[in-house]
């Protein structure tokens, strides 16, 4: 069974179709990494999914559950789910480790024992174990947004959604980040990520789904959509792509 299915979901902010009758389908243990131009619907697809925008029309299900049902407590749906922003939201009062086990402790009524074991496993994973005992503060914001990333693994969602997680990284903490994902793949996390790096996507996704105005364009394996694209829409977007040097 899919893990997350969506359809025809449909939202407008003011009258503007961001999401003009998408759908979307991602297995276990799959990631799927959605590419487009900005404002092509990324990041509201990412947010719909997490029951942060409400939908105008469609349904979103998780593990066949309709999740979109506005009966659906949120909460309960989001702590299935492990959401990764553009920016980091790290609380500035907590160190890195209760940042980390905040949630599986109390939401998830972990032993603090063992929500510390497992967060510094995390952390330690991404070279972040020193850091345990700082301050987001005394962090640069690639670190931060790492914590971030270890933040939400802690909850052992059953889908990871990642917006944009390398953007504000410098290339070194790129690598780190795309291993911890590789690992995290291995061990069979589904994830969908929305990116703007081709090269991520043709690395860890399973399948590329290219958005355009609010739609799944093309979608396939990633040497077919990014190598191979069918639709017009999707090689107009791979030229501009090429012709800045992202691909
Ligand atoms: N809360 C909001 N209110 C009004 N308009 C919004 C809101 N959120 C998003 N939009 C608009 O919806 C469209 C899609 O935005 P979205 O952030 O989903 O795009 P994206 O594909 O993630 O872009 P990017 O690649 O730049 O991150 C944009 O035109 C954006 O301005
Ligand atoms: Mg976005």
């Known amino acids: 069974m899919a893990v997350l299915t969506c359809r025809g979901l449909r939202k407008e902010f003011g009258g503007h179709v961001v999401l003009d ?22 990041s509201t697809l990412l947010r719909c999914v997490n029951l942060l925008e409400e939908l105008d029309d469609g349904t979103i299900e998780l593990d066949g559950e309709e999740i979109s049902d506005p009966r659906v407590d949120p909460d309960r749906v989001r702590r299935r789910i492990g959401m990764v922003f553009q920016s980091y939201n790290l609380f500035p009062h907590l160190t890195v480790l209760q940042n980390v086990t905040l949630a599986p402790r109390r939401v998830h009524r972990r032993a603090r024992a063992d929500a510390e074991a497992q967060a510094r496993d995390l952390l330690d994973r991404v070279g972040l174990g020193a850091k345990a005992d700082a301050y987001p503060d005394r962090l640069s914001g690639g670190q931060q947004q790492r914590v971030a990333i270890v933040r939400a693994l802690a909850n052992q969602p059953r889908l990871m959604l990642l917006d944009e997680v390398t953007s504000a990284l410098d290339p070194e903490l790129v690598g ?26 043709r690395e860890v996704a399973d399948q590329v789904c290219f958005l355009d105005s609010g739609r799944v364009v093309e979608a396939g394996p990633p040497g077919q959509v990014l190598g191979e694209p069918t639709q017009p829409r999707t090689r107009q977007f791979l030229r501009r792509i090429i012709e800045a040097g992202r691909l």
């Open 21 to 42: 009758g998408l759908d979307l389908t991602v297995a276990e243990h799959q990631v799927v990494a959605l590419i487009g131009a900005s404002g092509s619907g990324k």
């Open 176 to 201: 780190e980040v795309l291993a911890m994902i590789r690992d995290l793949k291995a061990d069979g996390m589904t994830m969908v990520l929305a990116t703007h790096e081709m090269g991520f996507a």
